[in-house]
């Protein structure tokens, strides 16, 4: 990591965009927020209440954002507490790409300066939105065999969109570097832990959002506060019409989402049902998970028992496979994961011997990467009533269950 640099902290100070005096670094660690509140955390599940959360200071709630004196404004999102603002940020420091797609939805991705793997964003699906699009060329990449960081001095953002709650958990970074960045460049801003619903359990504290929970705070955060309930409405429109044709729960396929390990030969699972936003483009199409009998890998801490060989995937015999969020930037995995038909018990698969398998949507997801991946998740999984999913990476042959061009006005706030 960078020596410190103390001849240019103060000269990067920001001075309108500070971290609340009520929550420090050491609190947010420790998952300590005035946003607490259940950590078991709402699902997007159901369009007409996916935005009920437990009650706490705001309750997890889409409430506006709070004036501070005169002219500044304050979010408050779990883990970082109340974050005040007395301008919108005109540059973002960001790592995950739910975060990134979060931005580009409200119209924000001018601010974007940075992303921890730029070369894996899924920005295929911008191309089937008139005037939508993120360089990611452009931006700097935060993680090169870590995270250094003089780099954050280097970007002088106005705003992290970063998790340090879950940054501390991988990285060299510790409470008094999260504390210096803070207090000598910008504050942080971020929930990475939603992902999963799953936190350290240090952070006991440590609350959980939908996707479009999280659109709401960043829409406080950025001052649009129509673009996140317009795209929810587009995301909530097509759920409705989806589910208006679906077969009866006794009557729709059973579906299995894995990571295929080729040198074990044996399947990761996931399940396809969980919350956490992650599964954000599974869950609302109702399939039946079958694989629900196994632990799953997030949550059984990637133990053996979320290991599953090929004859047990054989007993369990899916009607559909689907390999976790590998659909943009498919690798080595995929193609075996493909090439299962050359295996001796994975040929005899159902799965395979009806040609139903796919590679999922990415699981960092915000608004616009999740409209796109529930219709392709639809396809993929209902494709007699929605139509053949395209190719992995193809984007041409989606936009046909929403109107890309009103998904395009409301990022462009044409609407």
Not at 61 to 77: F, I, L, N, P, R
Request: hydrophobic share 35%.
């Amino acid at each position: 990591m960078a020596d410190e640099r103390p001849d240019r902290l103060e000269s990067s100070r920001r001075d309108y965009v500070k971290y609340g005096a009520a929550v420090g670094v050491g609190g947010l660690l420790a998952g300590c927020t005035s946003d607490a509140g259940s950590s078991s955390g709402p699902t997007d599940d159901d369009p007409e209440t996916e935005n009920e959360t437990t009650e706490g200071d705001d309750g997890g709630a889409t409430s506006a954002e709070e004036s501070t004196e005169d002219t500044g404004y304050s979010v408050t999102m779990s883990p970082a507490g109340t974050v005040e603002f007395d301008a919108v940020p005109e540059t973002a420091a960001v790592y995950s790409n739910h975060d990134a797609d979060i931005l580009v939805s409200l119209g924000q991705s001018d601010v974007i300066s940075s992303l921890g793997f730029p070369e894996n964003y899924s920005a295929q699906y911008y191309d089937e939105l008139p005037g939508v699009s993120l360089d990611t060329g452009a931006l700097t990449k935060l993680y090169d065999d870590g995270v250094d960081k003089e780099v954050f001095y280097e970007l002088d953002s106005d705003v992290h969109h970063i998790d340090p709650v879950w940054m501390s958990g991988w990285s060299s970074f510790d409470e008094s570097d999260f504390d210096e960045i803070e207090s000598n460049i910008a504050p942080f801003f971020a929930n990475y832990h939603s992902r999963t619903n799953i936190a350290p359990d240090s952070a006991s504290d440590y609350q959980f959002y939908t996707i479009w929970e999280l659109v709401d705070k960043y829409a406080q955060a950025y001052q649009v506060p129509e673009r996140g309930a317009e795209l929810k409405a587009v995301r909530d429109e097509m759920v409705a019409d989806i589910r208006a044709d679906l077969p009866p729960k006794s009557e729709r396929p059973e579906v299995g989402v894995v990571w295929y390990d080729q040198k074990k030969e044996s399947f990761w699972v996931y399940h396809l049902n969980e919350p956490g936003f992650q599964n954000a483009h599974t869950r609302p199409l109702r399939a039946n998970d079958a694989l629900s009998e196994f632990d799953s890998g997030p949550r059984s801490g990637w133990s053996d028992s979320a290991l599953i060989d090929m004859e047990a995937m054989l007993d369990a015999d899916p009607d559909v496979l689907l390999h976790f969020s590998d659909w943009q930037n498919p690798d080595g995995a995929t193609e075996a994961f493909f090439a299962l038909d050359e295996h001796p018990v994975g040929k005899e698969l159902t799965a395979v011997e009806n040609d139903r398998l796919y590679a999922s949507g990415d699981a960092f997801q915000g608004p616009i990467i999740n409209i796109f991946q529930i219709e392709l998740t639809a396809k993929q999984i209902y494709p007699d009533l929605f139509g053949e999913p395209p190719e992995p990476g193809n984007t041409g042959g989606l936009g046909e269950m929403f109107d890309p061009q009103r998904v395009a006005d409301i990022v462009n706030g044409e609407f």
